[in-house]
């Protein structure tokens, strides 16, 4: 498998200090990391019959377009309030401090669909999970949700397990 960790750079103090933020922008600038990343991410959710990605703004837009390409579905973008020009969806989820909510398209997604959530970064898994519950409620099949870097010390699994222990999320870099 490729070394995806290599192309992941720690930025000390960023965006405050104590913080380590993971960059995974170096991966989607170099077009062997960015085949690898698409290709094992594709190749993992082969076969589910997946009719649509959803990514959430705006990293999973990156992630989820190539997969969705390579997987022969379609692609939805899952944005922050108002910023879809047609009537949307919404599903609220809680912050650390304070609540957000995302929206999709209302006729993005139907009952038909079979649908994989990939997003860059799960951390504690509240976007991941909040894009779950809409998919759900839209009437669809949820069957997986993946991402480059997981945030594993936050135990983003924990939150998606009591309404998802169908669901899997794959992630292609943990950190403990």
Do not use: W
């Amino acid at each position: 498998m490729y070394d995806f960790e290599s192309q992941i750079v720690d930025i000390p103090d960023y965006p405050e200090p104590g913080v380590i933020f993971k960059d995974i922008t170096p991966l989607f600038g170099n077009p062997e990391a960015l085949k690898a990343m698409t290709d094992a991410l594709a190749e993992h959710f082969a076969g589910m019959g997946i009719t649509k990605v959803v990514g959430p703004e705006a990293r999973g837009f990156m992630v989820g377009v190539p997969v969705a390409v390579a997987l022969g579905a379609g692609f939805v973008p899952a944005r922050k309030p108002g910023k879809l020009p047609r009537k949307t969806v919404s599903q609220s989820y809680e912050l650390e401090y304070g609540t957000d909510s995302i929206e999709i398209h209302a006729d993005a997604i139907t009952s038909k669909d079979t649908v994989l959530i990939l997003d860059d970064l799960v951390a504690t898994g509240g976007t991941v999970e909040a894009t779950g519950k809409l998919v759900r409620d839209m009437g669809a099949k949820l069957v997986g949700y993946g991402c480059i870097l997981e945030l594993a010390f936050l135990n983003p699994r924990e939150k998606l397990t009591p309404t998802d222990d169908d669901v899997e999320l794959f992630s292609l870099v943990t950190v403990d």
